[in-house]
T-cell receptor
Framework: AQSVTQLDSQVPVFEEAPVELRCNYSSSVSVYLFWYVQYPNQGLQLLLK????STLVKGINGFEAEFNKSQTSFHLRKPSVHISDTAEYFCAVSAEGNYQLIWGAGTKLIIKP | EPEVTQTPSHQVTQMGQEVILRCVPI?????FYWYRQILGQKVEFLVS????????KSEIFDDQFSVERPDGSNFTLKIRSTKLEDSAMYFC???????????FGQGTRLTVV
């Protein structure tokens, strides 16, 4: 079975500052890793995913994440945030060959002007 | 760009009533999922559907729940006799099978009173 931990329920950051949202997972099998974003009153949108290959993956809206197998982490980063990045960010995993997603609790990104 | 459509966006129902949540997945996708998110909690897997039958279901998905794809396009989740604890945001997702990306609808917010 897999599990996902997002330790930070909220991350406040000033506009134009860098941000890192943390995600750790546990699994006994190989996994695929995802970050989804949920803007206020909207659905879930894929930001980026890691399936295989390069451990640094780039997504939409300037976000990137790095898969670290030894630390079982998949932290999300952005070098400079904008007010429009205000949203809740969810890390999720699925076992290879299984499309079912196991979700973290989410991190609310709060942008301070 | 193709998208997953869910209706209604909001549903308020009395305890004990039946509700049907509707989803129109992306047309050439093969795998369909329902997830729910109780306010303040993690997104949870409910059920997956492939080849016109349930492929996997969670403990949450008890006899009160059912899914079907009656006409090859709509994918519905029925709750026969709603309970207060069924109040949540329900998300439908579809996956092509050629990639592992899940496309989500905007969600249906169900409130049981």
């Amino acid at each position: 079975a897999q599990s996902v931990t997002q330790l930070d329920s909220q991350v406040p950051v000033f506009e134009e500052a860098p941000v890192e949202l943390r995600c750790n997972y546990s699994s006994s099998v190989s996994v695929y890793l995802f970050w989804y974003v949920q803007y206020p009153n909207q659905g879930l949108q894929l930001l980026l995913k890691y399936l295989s290959g390069s451990t640094l993956v780039k997504g939409i809206n300037g976000f990137e994440a790095e898969f670290n197998k030894s630390q079982t982490s998949f932290h999300l980063r952005k070098p400079s945030v904008h007010i429009s990045d205000t949203a809740e960010y969810f890390c999720a995993v699925s076992a290879e060959g299984n499309y079912q997603l196991i979700w973290g609790a989410g991190t609310k990104l709060i942008i301070k002007p | 760009e193709p998208e997953v459509t869910q209706t209604p966006s909001h549903q308020v129902t009395q305890m004990g009533q039946e509700v049907i949540l509707r989803c129109v997945p992306i047309s050439n996708h093969l795998y369909f999922y329902w997830y729910r998110q109780i306010l303040g909690q993690k997104v949870e897997f409910l059920v997956s559907f492939y080849n016109n039958e349930i492929s996997e279901k969670s403990e949450i998905f008890d006899d009160q729940f059912s899914v079907e794809r009656p006409d090859g396009s709509n994918f519905t989740l029925k709750i026969r006799s709603t309970k207060l604890e069924d109040s949540a945001m329900y998300f439908c997702a579809s996956i092509s099978g050629q990639t592992s990306e899940a496309f989500f609808g905007q969600g249906t917010r169900l409130t049981v009173v």
